[in-house]
């Protein structure tokens, strides 16, 4: 039943995933995960030996490559011309690289328009990112912003991934200083979003208070 957007921005570790994809499910809507995609313009221009430094080089592959993800929340993929990515994506390497690629502005032109095809395409999804209250879906019908303690999202990512918390608290850090200071489209707050500290609240929770805002905005 009708048309229905959420957009769910927030740093890295701060449960962004895990809730847009139980919360999308619990309202038999789709699910985009926008990192997966610029993970994998990323995993292009690596596999391709491009300097993820280089802008230039990398606004030529993304121009290049098909990149195409699953909505299905309880099933999501990422294929780069055809080839799925889904783990490679996830990788130190991939991970050591995106956010430069994410700053590059043709980039984020090219990903926040076809975000924009699969949106509305949709009708009703939780789209997850950085900038998508902000930028890519600005008229959502609700927007969240998923934050964390810094301590909690290092422990969180570092259990997911196996790592040590030491590196992976410096890794996030680097990422997210990154991402909110490059100058096209930064990780933003919408100032009509809805901030949720997760840091002592259980997924379940936020769940439950999410689709409690949506049931008295309809
Ligand atoms: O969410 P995830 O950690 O997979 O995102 C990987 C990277 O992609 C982020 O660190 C950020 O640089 C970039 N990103 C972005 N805009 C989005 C989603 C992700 O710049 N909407």
Known sequence: SG??????????????????????AALYAQYLDTGAMYRAVTWAALASGTDPQDAEAVAKVAGE????????????????????VDRAIRGPEVTAAVSAVAAVPW???????????IIAAAGRI???????????????????????SADARARRRSAENAADLSFTAADLDRRDRLDSTRAADPLQQAPDAVVLDTTELGIDEVVTRLRGMLDRSF
């Open 3 to 24: 048309r229905c957007v959420v957009a769910v921005d927030g740093p890295s570790g701060s449960g962004k995933s895990t809730v847009s994809r139980r919360l999308a």
């Open 65 to 84: 490559i098909e990149v195409e993800v699953g909505t299905d929340p309880d099933a999501p993929y990422t294929r780069v011309d055809g080839t799925p």
């Open 107 to 117: 980039v984020r032109q090219l990903l926040v328009a076809q975000q924009r095809k």
């Open 126 to 148: 939780v789209v997850e990112g950085r900038d998508i209250g902000s930028v890519v879906a600005p008229d959502a019908d609700l927007k969240v912003y998923l934050t964390a």
